[in-house]
């Protein structure tokens, strides 16, 4: 199994960008997906998780501006950050969940290596 992210950067505040996560191993389509983020300091915060039944997740920290999505073809899956701010500064990471509580994910099997966002002006 191998998690592989990418699109991070530096963006303004109010700027969007696109994440992206290449897998490999498994099938995404087949398999709970999310993503987190992790400041120094401060445990991983999870973000969003899309599920095998399509059924999505949403921090409230970022529910209404972020959306995640997946291409089962390409077997990748994708988190649209919009309407950045500071606050979403943090390195990003892809994961397979291995535990979900009340559609939650509160823990991960595997996940990438990360790649960093920072919002600043």
């Known amino acids: 199994v191998q998690l592989v992210e990418s699109g991070g950067g530096l963006v303004q505040p109010g700027g969007s960008l696109r994440l992206s996560c290449t897998a490999s191993?498994?099938?995404?389509?087949?398999?709970?997906m999310g993503w987190a983020r992790q400041v120094p300091g401060k445990g991983l915060e999870w973000l969003s998780g899309i599920y095998s039944d399509a059924r999505t997740y949403y921090a409230n920290s970022v529910k209404g501006r972020f959306t995640i999505s997946r291409d089962n073809v390409k077997n990748m899956v994708y988190l649209q950050m919009n309407n950045l701010k500071p606050d979403d500064t943090a390195v990003y990471y892809c994961?397979?969940?291995?535990?979900?509580?009340?559609?939650?994910?509160?823990?991960?099997?595997?996940r990438g290596q990360g790649t960093q966002v920072i919002v600043a002006s």
């Open positions: 994961a397979i969940p291995s535990l979900i509580v009340a559609g939650r994910p509160v823990d991960f099997r595997s």
């Open positions: 191993g498994f099938a995404t389509g087949s398999s709970a």
